[in-house]
């Protein structure tokens, strides 16, 4: 099947993910990629009908800024430019930047100045409409070959546009909810400037995950590390509904998680005629972390004992040549570092990519890698995986592991373990599990003085960690209310052994990440 592709250059921005997923939600399938990772001659292979140059923290003149060759412009596919990518546009054509160290961040009315531009087709002329800013550095001179398309009160080139070609630049940016035409700004590039068709459709990307499967898979077999979350069960569906009985899913108690309802989910995975084994591998696990405190270590520690697990199952059953792996878009970009698909920064490897060992033998497939975390659950939907598990909080591969600071034991898990049930029964409670994206508690190696009972107590530090967001590449934490802390922090001390202190992380993502370690 055809399906036309944008391609995002990734300047650093903290919406760069979120211009992607825009993208597909109006229809066409985007990837993202660092600035640096694509040469012109790779653009071209992969036959964009448009790209786009995100925002990015950045001065133009620095010398160690992010930069793309002025080839970008002359290879006839159009180009939208947004903020840091506008300014670029800019630069490589001879117009001049202003560097300012004051940041324009916010609502800004944009008035158009042009009768007739396609990429404000439908947009009101005759008033002026709301944009959202968020710059330092501003354009003080366009090229020649550009006419201003749009004007606020404090930036005169809010919106250009070249004369003869398909490149168009903004200042503010489109993606953010917060300008109210942002939307159609898109839908316009996608439509009547790059000619895409609407062409990814979760029912169409469902049968091209099958097909694919089918082709890759052949008439060999598939293990699948089952973890109880929604990608895995995803992906566990999408595979059964490939190669059938052909699939045999693992699940690898490490100790280290918290499955809700275990033998429910066992039972309807009996149900569906998925086969489904469970190994008790805790001891295992938890030999392999004693004494270490290093995130990435216990993440590089868990993927290849998982990997060493699916590697002697996979001796036991005839014909296996693939595993398989619930990854998503998300984390691959943020395991970048470890993957082809390099952009810019590695934040932390996430077991599943992060961890694969040079000399493991079975083939991977990844059916949802190139799917955000919302398109996953939509089409979870599709496939009619009940709502409590569509719902549920996403839980990270290395578990427990890295929400205990420092090194780990088994007291250390039990006590978090407590913790977690009283988070979950009261979120319920408070009707809030619903309105939350993720919430969680860590465990900190700190311990202080407390009193309990006229007693003195030397107890751990627990941490409330609850987020909001979209696509988990960017959160803000919950605005929850104080009675609900009160219960969460009473609860917890009271009933915990092991707590005497409650937190609560009031960081956003960025500049902070939703789980700490
Ligand atoms: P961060 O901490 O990177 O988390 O802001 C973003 C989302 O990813 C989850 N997460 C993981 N998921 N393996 C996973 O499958 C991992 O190693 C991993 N680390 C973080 C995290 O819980 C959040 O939902």
């Avoid at 398909?166 to 940016?173: E, G, L, R, T």
């Avoid at 569906?237 to 108690?253: E, M, S, T």
Wanted: hydrophobic share 40%.
């Amino acid at each position: 099947m055809k399906k036309d592709l944008i391609i995002v250059l990734d300047f650093g921005s903290q919406y760069s993910n979120l211009i992607a997923k825009r993208i597909r939600d109006i229809g066409v399938y985007t990837l993202l990629y660092s600035y640096n990772l694509l040469s012109i001659k790779d653009i071209l292979s992969k036959k964009p009908k448009g790209i786009i140059l995100s925002g990015g923290p950045f001065s133009v003149y620095k010398k160690n800024s992010p930069k793309i060759s002025k080839e970008i412009l002359e290879i006839n596919i159009p180009l939208l430019g947004i903020c840091y990518g506008m300014q670029l546009i800019s630069f490589l054509l001879g117009g001049v930047i202003h560097q300012s160290n004051i940041k324009e961040y916010g609502k800004a009315l944009l008035k158009i100045k042009c009768k007739k531009n396609p990429l404000f087709s439908g947009i009101p002329k005759d008033r002026h409409t709301t944009v959202w800013m968020s710059h330092f550095d501003e354009i003080k001179k366009i090229p020649n070959e550009f006419d201003v398309i749009g004007s606020t009160s404090s930036c005169t080139f809010a919106a250009i546009a070249h004369k003869k070609k398909d490149i168009y630049a903004v200042q503010f940016h489109p993606e953010v909810n917060n300008t109210e035409y942002g939307n159609s700004i898109l839908k316009n590039f996608i439509d009547k400037i790059c000619k895409c068709d609407r062409n990814w459709k979760l029912n169409n990307i469902i049968q091209i995950i099958i097909s694919d499967i089918k082709n890759k898979v052949s008439n060999n077999k598939v293990i699948l590390g089952f973890s109880g979350g929604l990608d895995s069960f995803v992906t566990a569906f999408l595979i059964h509904k490939a190669i059938g009985k052909r699939l045999h899913c693992i699940f690898v108690d490490t100790g280290l998680f918290f499955v809700k309802e275990k033998n429910t989910i066992f039972s309807f995975f009996h149900k569906m005629n998925i086969s489904i084994k469970e190994i008790n591998a805790e001891n295992k696990f938890l030999s392999k972390l004693n004494g270490i405190s290093n995130p990435e270590i216990k993440r590089k520690i868990i993927g290849k004992e998982f990997i060493n697990l699916f590697e002697e199952e996979s001796k036991k059953i005839k014909n296996v040549k693939f595993l398989a792996q619930g990854t998503i878009y998300s984390d691959v970009i943020e395991s970048s570092n470890n993957s082809n698909e390099k952009l810019s920064n590695s934040i932390k490897s996430h077991h599943n990519v992060g961890g694969l060992p040079k000399y493991m033998k079975l083939k991977i497939i990844e059916p949802l890698k190139m799917l955000f975390k919302d398109e996953v659950r939509k089409i979870g939907k599709l496939l009619k995986i009940p709502n409590d598990i569509l719902y549920q909080y996403p839980f990270p591969g290395p578990g427990y592991s890295i929400r205990i600071i420092g090194k780990i034991n088994k007291k250390k898990i039990n006590i978090l373990k407590k913790a977690e049930n009283i988070l979950l029964q009261e979120l319920i409670n408070y009707n809030y599990y619903n309105f939350i994206s993720q919430a969680f508690i860590i465990l900190l190696p700190i311990k202080s003085v407390g009193v309990m009972g006229d007693k003195r107590s030397y107890q751990y530090t627990a941490v409330l960690r609850s987020v909001n967001t979209e696509d988990f590449m960017t959160a803000t934490f919950s605005n929850l209310s104080y009675d609900f802390l009160e219960k969460i922090s009473s609860r917890i001390i009271n009933e915990v052994d092991g707590i005497n202190r409650m937190l609560y992380d009031i960081s956003s993502k960025p500049p902070s990440t939703i789980e700490w370690e």
